[in-house]
């Protein structure tokens, strides 16, 4: 199994950064950890829009102890969010996916529009490198 701990993934993406791309595309913008279940309203969190919303790129899911344990792509990363987690009757979050560890956060990374591909080939080899609990397929 590959480092799940959200830190080494972050290094993975800078290896990936270094290794893969061109020196003329412009930057991943790496979003803050985003709190699913805050303990107040102030808290960065579910009160609050999804990062890198309506943006190409590659979204990280933990568990409580920042371990990465699933890595997905979207054209769009606030709805595909959205399709895991939802706004419950108290307004808490809802997860309404099925997941081996109980997801706590999240953090995105965006790609630019213009080289909005490069999502496809950042998930493979972080998927690759990382081995999350539920990229694997269960049989």
């Not at 950064?17 to 950890?33: C, P, T, V």
């Not at 609990?133 to 269960?138: G, L, T, V, Y």
Request: with cysteine; hydrophobic share 30%; proline share 4%.
């Amino acid at each position: 199994m590959g480092k799940t701990q959200l830190i080494d993934v972050l290094e993975l993406v800078n290896e990936y950064s270094e290794k893969y791309r061109g020196k003329n595309l412009g930057e991943f913008e790496i979003s803050a950890i985003y709190d699913l279940f805050p303990d107040s309203k102030d808290t960065y969190g579910w009160f609050h829009e999804w990062p890198s919303n309506g943006r190409y790129g590659i979204y990280l899911i933990m568990d409580k102890d920042h371990n990465v344990i699933y890595i997905g792509e979207s054209s769009n990363i606030g709805n595909r969010l959205s399709n895991y987690f939802q706004k419950s009757e108290d307004k808490s979050c809802k997860i309404v996916h099925k997941w081996h560890k109980t997801p706590k956060y999240v953090c995105t990374i965006a790609v630019p529009s213009e080289t909005w591909f490069e999502r496809l080939a950042l998930e493979e080899f972080l998927i690759y490198n990382v081995q999350p609990i539920d990229n694997k397929k269960s049989k």
